[in-house]
């Protein structure tokens, strides 16, 4: 059990570079920088994307750099953000902003909910005027490292069919979890509501291979297992119980754009544009709750730990291994401290471009 | 797109006999009274068999009172609960529901989240000592109905393939939502985190009918079509993406058992027995969210009308329409409010007979 944003990435093994999570991180950060973003901004995307992909979520990782750099010289993105937070109520606030980075407001908002979680017990914090934040998890994994329990949804541009339609409607919309767990690394879920992202897709048409079925469907809306005549992905639960999936799609955007103001799946500017130049105005929201409201210290950590080892101890398929959210994050991020990160010879040739177009030193690979 | 629990119910038009809403109402009420169970109490698990029968989700609507009240009767359910509320911060509270119903500690509990989110925006409250609930969306709705965001959890025995598991680990676990709609029936989501309920499995036994595909797994954990063979249901998203639907599982045994220090899925009691005179000890968690601290009402209800339509209006299957999460349960409450509520052969029979063993008045149907 994972999020699939990680399963993702079992093909990163096609990977034949590595370099260390720092030069990662800091070429992100020299290369935003470089692109006018203001130092903060900066560093806030480039820990998010680096620590996304030392969990193996290549996806939502470094490969991303060179579309957030389009969209900051495209004019998408505000290059120097003032971010604001207004707190609405003891236990409330919103963020805006300011449309710069969607992680920058994100991490400035999961900190003023831990704040108020720290006060009253749980701190629920809306972002407002964002954009595309990497993964949710980066979020609630920053409460959980703090010793909070953090939930973050987001909301995004249609790419899923709507449940007993046609076309797309819904975003991919992801639902994120995380929780502390005494002298371990967290607990965390960070799953999209699709069956599958849109990448998983486009990897199996650069390989050639049909699709499982269920995942996706053509443009009249009818299943498929071609990835080159796939129109929409398929909410969680396929064609016959993908309400359910759509359900949480659903609730996500309620959450996310009407409960914040802010444009709703269908009415999203396309993250992949053609237009760059348009701020996307979009919204998140940020749950830190203090479990220790809840429950003893004690009685907490005895139960995460019986709980964990028991569901990692269930007798499973051949080969197989049942695992707890989380645990594939972690044995991956174990590796990549070790070895780096993995970079494909495309994106290895892409960045070394993008280096040289900004004038910044290239990333240095193990080689 | 619906709750899981509703569609489970297609098959209502199998019943011949139908009774009023009141009927069913005061029928349960007086049953509960007269096994024993206090006033406040039974009123409350009335109401909510009542509500959730009115909805569709007949799998935990009136049918259920026989089991409440063998459960009752064998010392499992405390008749006669002291509800106690403890304020732990300024928005976090636990109840303690004594081993009473889990109807009337819930109800006890969205009320108290709601009252605090009216003072600072958002209240979490955490349920403890309780048992079975019935349908989660019971205690959503009535958050929504008081003008709020609601959202709840609960964890259940083991029913779920552990996902790579070859046995049921999880229980069926709802997620449950629900937000008000300015001027219409609240905007719901109600369902559980496996692909069908077991009693849909049940369903299919009973018509001798096989199982869709990828929908339970048997003794050794190979997938089947055969319900008589079924030994786990198989969580959302299936044999290949149900990391997904173990997930979300996972995540509400992290907030209803292990952040309340109550029993998790595999440690808990069976609801079906053998064992009907120990309290199960079971954990829930609630929370209210005031809307109005992230958005001025205008908006909210002028961007959930437009959100709705636009999910509604979408080009839809032949045959089928494009539904909002909560628009199939309003249709079936329209209809049996106006019709009453249908109730199986076997049913009336069952509860003509509680009512006798109970001398209590027996319902009366509209024949």
Redesign the interface.
């Known amino acids: ?4 944003i990680t ?1 993702d990435e079992e093909s990163s093994d096609r990977q034949s570079f590595r370099a260390s999570c720092d030069q990662i991180r800091e070429f992100a950060s020299n290369a935003l920088i470089a692109a006018g973003t203001q130092v903060e901004a900066s560093r806030s995307v480039a820990n998010a994307l680096t620590e996304t992909s030392m969990r193996g979520v290549d996806s939502h990782g470094i490969r991303l750099l060179l579309h957030y750099i389009k969209v900051v010289q495209g004019g998408r993105i505000n290059p120097g953000p003032k971010l604001a937070f207004t707190q ?7 963020v805006d902003g300011d449309n710069g980075f969607g992680h920058h407001a994100s991490y400035f908002a999961i900190d003023r909910a831990v704040a108020i979680a720290e ?6 914090v ?1 972002v407002i005027n964002s954009s595309h934040f990497g993964a949710a998890g980066s979020y609630v994994l920053r409460a959980a490292n703090k010793g909070y ?1 953090g939930l973050g949804f987001c909301n995004s541009d249609a790419f899923v069919l ?6 797309s ?1 819904h975003g991919t919309n992801p ?1 994120a ?1 995380a ?1 502390p767990v005494p002298g371990k690394e967290p ?1 965390l ?1 960070d ?1 999209a509501t699709s ?2 992202p849109w990448n998983r897709v486009q990897d199996y048409l650069m390989e050639g291979l049909p699709l ?1 079925p ?1 995942v996706t469907v053509d443009s009249s ?1 009818e299943p498929t297992i071609d990835a080159a005549q796939s129109a929409a992905l398929l909410p ?3 064609m ?9 799609a ?2 996500i ?3 996310c ?5 802010s444009p ?1 799946c ?2 999203l500017p396309a993250m992949k544009g053609p237009d760059f130049s348009t701020p996307r105005h979009m919204g998140h929201f940020f ?1 830190a ?3 220790r ?4 210290p004690q ?2 950590e005895a ?2 730990h ?2 964990l080892h ?2 990692r101890s ?4 051949p080969g ?6 989380g645990d594939r994050e972690w044995l991956v991020l174990e590796e990549r401290q070790r070895l780096g990160i993995p970079v494909m010879r495309q994106l290895r040739m892409e960045l070394d471009h993008l280096a040289d177009h900004l004038s910044i030193q290239r990333i240095h690979y193990d080689e």
């Open positions: 059990m994972t999020s699939d399963n609405t109520g003891a236990s409330t606030g919103i006060k009253s017990g749980i701190g629920a809306s329990v709507a449940h007993d339609g046609i076309h409607f639902i979890f929780a607990y879920l799953m069956v599958v499982p269920d809306g969680l639960g396929g016959l119980y993908g309400h359910k999936g759509a359900g949480l659903s609730m955007e309620v959450l754009a009407i409960m914040t103001g709703y269908s009415s749950l709750i203090d479990y409201r809840f429950v003893s009685t907490y139960g995460m019986a709980y028991d569901l269930q007798p499973s398929k197989r291994n049942v695992m707890a959210p």
